[in-house]
């Protein structure tokens, strides 16, 4: 049994466990994941970059390697992208962090 992420998105069966799939349907008949326009919001690029850069951070790279939006490459480049992003955002923190401590050390 394949696991999710080692399903080739093709048409005709489902992005998410790769189960045959009929044209029409709407979300799969195994494990209930939206098919073409009915795909969850969370998996769209748009929203993984909004909810990676407000609430989720790292957190947030489980969506890019399961959304069916990207291929490989683009799971990568995204994955860098978003660790780049979080490494930064943490380093900055550090770094006030520490000017607040020096400023309250200094009264
Ligand atoms: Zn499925």
Redesign the pocket.
């Known amino acids: 049994m394949a696991t999710p992420a080692g399903v080739v998105p093709s048409p005709g069966h489902?992005w998410?466990?790769?189960?045959a799939i009929d044209a029409d349907d709407r979300y799969?008949r195994?494990?209930?994941?939206g098919q073409g326009a009915f795909i969850a919001w969370y998996y769209r690029p748009l929203w993984i970059v909004l909810l990676a850069l407000t609430m989720l951070g790292p957190f947030a790279l489980p969506l890019v390697w399961r959304t069916p939006h990207l291929d490989r490459k683009g799971k990568w480049l995204a994955s860098i992208a978003v660790v780049a992003v979080c490494g930064y955002v943490a380093w900055e923190l550090v770094v006030a962090v520490r000017e607040i401590g020096r400023l309250l050390g200094d009264v």
């Open positions: 489902c998410s466990c790769g189960l799969c195994r494990c209930g994941q």
